[in-house]
């Protein structure tokens, strides 16, 4: 068989195939990273107007967090020590509660009534990240909800779930 009878009976075949694989796939949409919008029973009995954690594939997204005593919301009484641990460890249940840790977090973002107060909140912060210490932002802002001294929101990543 010559090259040309050859090329006679491929190229058919594989426009056979190739069209096979296009009808096939019409139907399918694609097919996105699956959102879930995870919101504890502390925050639902609270009323509260947000979702604690969004998951977004192997992503997770967390709202920001206060050193506010869980399932209530009150700061903690005391010292601003006692608050930037409470806040952390709000945190880190919220991560855990979700399937991470963290030593998944990627990126945070902290937000400070004074900025002065950086090195304090530096203090308590760095104990939380064993392994690594994640990417970070941070601004100040005129005021913080319920009169809060900081407020530290996270991305942290997770096992994607199999679709």
Not at 4 to 32: D, F, H, W
Not at 122 to 147: E, I, M, W
Request: proline share 6%; aromatic share 4%; with cysteine.
């Amino acid at each position: 068989m010559n090259a040309q009878t050859l090329a006679a009976y491929i190229l058919p075949a594989s426009a056979a195939v190739m069209m096979c694989l296009c009808i096939a796939s019409a139907g399918e949409k694609p097919r996105g990273p699956d959102v879930e919008y995870l919101t504890s029973e502390e925050t639902k009995k609270l009323n509260l107007p947000f979702s604690d954690t969004v998951r977004v594939g192997g992503t997770l997204y967390l709202s920001g967090m206060l050193g506010i005593e869980p399932g209530t919301m009150r700061l903690v009484p005391g010292a601003s020590r006692k608050r930037r641990r409470r806040r952390s460890e709000n945190i880190r249940r919220v991560l855990e509660r979700n399937g991470s840790s963290m030593d998944r977090v990627v990126k945070c973002t902290v937000m400070m009534a004074d900025m002065a107060e950086w090195p304090r909140m530096n203090a308590v912060y760095v104990t939380y990240f064993k392994k690594h210490l994640p990417a970070r932002s941070a601004l100040g802002a005129s005021g913080l909800a319920l009169g809060a001294r900081v407020e530290i929101e996270c991305i942290a990543v997770v096992d994607a779930k199999n679709p």
